[in-house]
């Protein structure tokens, strides 16, 4: 498979075939590649590239030399090129005749195209750029009717030519990771699971905090299961496979739940994945998921605060949009300074009426409970 320069390899491939079929002419043209509109005066041979579409065959599957044949895979590029050739008088010849000498060029161009419709690696006309090939190029005249040449010709300042098309297949453009199978199996090991693998029902509640703990009722779990919590953008640095979940073990869940606490305090607010995953002698058994959404929530001081002055705020899952919502109104932003996503400082407004009163946060976009704190006078 060829990198990007597999396309300007086809262009070169082109030239080198229409030059060689030109060469015997008495009036050789010249053999181009580019626009339709170009200026000049010259009798020409011009390559246009005007429609790229996917090849069906091979868009869904890599190279069968050196592709890796299962949905683990990554397929490359894999294109089919459609092209305008398009003959040029010179603008003028002694006999009047210079129509004669394009269409003759053109003739000779479609020949030697005829004759080397495929294209093998092995070819001296087939560009280094090209190379290598999953399978030979593929030249095959282009059935185009008059409209749809014309409609090409249409955004163009020159006047319609006489012109043909082809389609070039296949070129694949290689993918920019290329998969890596693993290392061969050294030692054979089978399990037998008591389950065709788990299967989580729900998640109670659907919206949690670090102070929560989450009943979730499954089917299908083992001694073996592992739940985790999928990263989310702006969580600390830690595992790359997901948070582990903390299994709380007293007081015992009802038959078929799991009783769950999210690992940390810091973790970004928002939509993520909780994923439980079966294994059985260490081989996998089967894993599913389901959502959950983690809120911001205030978790203390325990002490009355104070109005008027900035005080410190012990909160989990806060993030740097968050919002203080006081007894249901926002706090302006001026009143609330982000310091960690455990920790905001706020400045209570002196009218705030002393005593018990609601306090909650929204942060990412997603609101969390209300708490209670305590006022000063």
Known sequence: MAGVTAIQGVDDTLKKLTTDGVAGLTEKPDVTVGPLDRDSDALRLNWFLYRITPNPAYRNMEPPRTGWHSSRGRPPLALQLQYLLTAFPSSESNAGDQEQFAHAALAAAMQTLHANAIVHEADPALSPLAKPLVEPLRITLDALDLESISKLWTATTQPLRLSVGYEISLVVVDALQQHVAGPPVRERRFAVAP????????????????????????????????????????????????????????????????????????????????????????????????????????????????????????????????????????????????????ELKITIPPPTPAGTTEIALRAGKVAGPSTFVTVSP
């Open 195 to 342: 389950t065709m693998g788990p299967r989580i029902a729900s998640v109670d509640p659907p919206r949690a905090s670090f102070t929560d703990e989450l009943l979730v009722r499954a089917e299908g779990l083992t001694a073996g299961a592992a739940w985790t919590l999928g990263r989310a953008d702006g969580d600390p640095a830690g595992p790359p496979e997901g948070w582990p979940m903390t299994l709380a073990a007293t007081p015992p869940a009802p038959p078929g739940t799991v009783r769950l606490k999210l690992p940390r305090a810091d973790l970004t607010p928002g939509a993520r994945r909780l994923d439980v995953a079966v294994s059985e002698a260490g081989l996998l058994v089967g894993r599913d998921s389901i959502a959950l959404t983690v809120v911001p929530i205030v978790t203390g001081p325990s002490t009355p605060l104070s109005k008027g002055v900035q005080v410190d705020l012990d909160v989990a899952h806060a993030a740097g949009d968050v919002e203080v919502f006081l007894a249901g109104a926002r706090l302006a932003p001026s009143s609330v300074s982000f310091t960690s996503p455990t």
